[in-house]
């Protein structure tokens, strides 16, 4: 079992930048898949970016692919989110994701068992 904890988010310009950071606890965080996805308000959450365990692979949303990052520290058990070139249109409270998984890259929200609390992430125009 893993617990998540996210933090970074806060109020930005459009064109900046902001990282956002998923600390893990539990000895076995090398072995998850992560994830990144958002919510606003009335919407359904949406898939933004996942990595597999060991970092090699991943994968994003095509509204954020060019701008986002997915990286992950497993001797930190810290998973991170670098947003470039934010838009009004990327606010959103972020959630990170885990699923205890060693295979694959996934986007599905029903693939990961474990979430954070979120983060809010406002992208001021």
């Known amino acids: 079992q893993v617990q998540l904890v996210e933090s970074g988010g806060g109020l930005v310009q459009a064109g900046g930048s902001l990282r956002l950071s998923c600390a893990a606890s539990?000895?076995?965080?090398?072995?998850?898949?992560m994830g990144w996805f958002r919510q606003n308000p009335g919407k359904e959450r949406e898939f933004v970016a996942a990595?597999?365990?060991?970092?090699?692979?991943?994968y994003y949303a095509d509204s954020v692919k060019g701008r986002f990052t997915i990286s992950r520290d497993n001797a930190k058990n810290t998973l991170y989110l670098q947003m470039n070139r934010l838009k009004p249109d990327d606010t959103a409270v972020y959630y990170c994701?885990?699923?205890?998984?060693?295979?694959?890259?996934?986007?599905?929200?029903?693939?990961?068992?474990?979430w954070g609390q979120g983060t809010q992430v406002t992208v001021s125009s």
């Open positions: 994701a885990g699923v205890y998984r060693t295979y694959g890259v996934g986007s599905g929200e029903s693939e990961y068992d474990y």
């Open positions: 539990g000895r076995t965080f090398s072995r998850y898949q």
């Open positions: 990595i597999g365990w060991s970092g090699g692979r991943t």
